[in-house]
């Protein structure tokens, strides 16, 4: 399943709908000097500006206090120029993260994270949604495999992907299971997935023997090594899968492709070409 050449399509689409919408703007905020997030800001910012997004870069250092993250985010909350903020997570550890979420304007939130915003996703009332659920989405519609009726298996219960991914799952009429770190005999759930995601950073975590036969298998984890990028699913996999998302060149152009589609949502509710329910 070929993340990049979906996601470059869409980014085409995206330039044409800014070129004609006018002005977007998106701030991203990064708090310390994690290596792998600086990577992920530097493809936003290059993403954004391809299509024509103007990308405000805030860093602040590893040891700054929560109250000074809270004033940064409060502080492009009010400013009218700015139309979707997006905070790079992991923060460091003296920063409560879900607080964080929860200061942002949540018509800002491209990352769907709020409160708010999570709680439209639960009641099927979708507002902004965190970007790679909603990558691994289109890939299944890309690809035009059957989610009505499917069994799913989504093993990660994380607030960015597991969570926000069952629940499009659900949404869209398949019979979930999320698994997780306490789940026994993982490969018991796995075996009966149709469609099975594997979003929990652990290298190698999916084998063959785990997966049922012509099944499409999503592979969400990124685990760096001294050999390159890797995900969650042994690469034997591939003999037993029906379709199967590389790592790299899968999942990850389309998280980045649709963070720019929740960029210019954002700026479109606020001009109020799109109606933002009343919070």
């Known amino acids: 399943m070929d993340g990049r050449a979906l996601a470059a ?3 085409e ?7 004609g919408f006018g002005d977007v703007r998106l701030a ?17 910012h290059k993403a954004a500006e391809e299509v024509g997004i103007q990308a405000l870069d805030k860093r602040l250092p590893q040891e700054t206090p929560e109250e000074e993250v809270l004033g940064l985010v409060e502080e492009l909350n ?11 997570t992991p923060l460091p550890p003296q920063i409560d993260e879900p607080r964080v979420m929860r200061t942002l ?10 409160p708010f915003n999570a709680g439209q996703l639960f009641f099927g009332q979708q507002t902004l949604v965190a970007a790679t659920p909603v990558g691994v989405m289109r890939l299944l519609a890309e690809y035009k495999i059957p989610v009505t009726g499917a069994r799913a ?58 997966v049922k036969t012509g099944a499409a ?16 699913v042994d690469p034997g996999v591939a003999d037993a ?13 389309m998280t980045i492709a649709c963070m720019l589609e929740n960029a210019l949502k954002a700026a479109r509710y606020r001009s109020g070409a799109l109606a933002f329910p009343r919070i």
């Open 241 to 253: 899968a029906g379709f199967l998302t590389p790592v790299p060149g899968g999942v990850g152009p």
């Open 217 to 232: 298998v999503i592979d969400v984890g990124m685990n760096r090594t001294e050999d390159g990028l890797f995900g969650d």
């Open 78 to 88: 009010d400013d009218d120029s700015v139309d979707g903020v997006l905070v790079q």
């Open 153 to 210: 298996v989504v093993v990660g219960r994380s607030l960015i992907v597991g969570r926000p991914l069952s629940m499009l799952l659900l949404h869209a009429n398949a019979t979930v299971t999320i698994c997780h770190s306490r789940t026994k005999d993982l490969a018991r759930h796995t075996l009966d997935a149709d469609i099975l995601v594997a979003a929990v950073g652990s290298l190698g975590l999916i084998t063959a023997d785990m």
């Open 105 to 114: 304007d949540p018509m800002k939130d491209v990352d769907g994270l709020h």
């Open 28 to 44: 991203t905020v990064l708090v310390g000097d994690d290596p792998a997030s600086q990577i992920y800001i530097r493809l936003k």
């Open 13 to 19: 689409e995206l330039k044409a709908e800014i070129a």
């Open 9 to 11: 399509r869409i980014r």
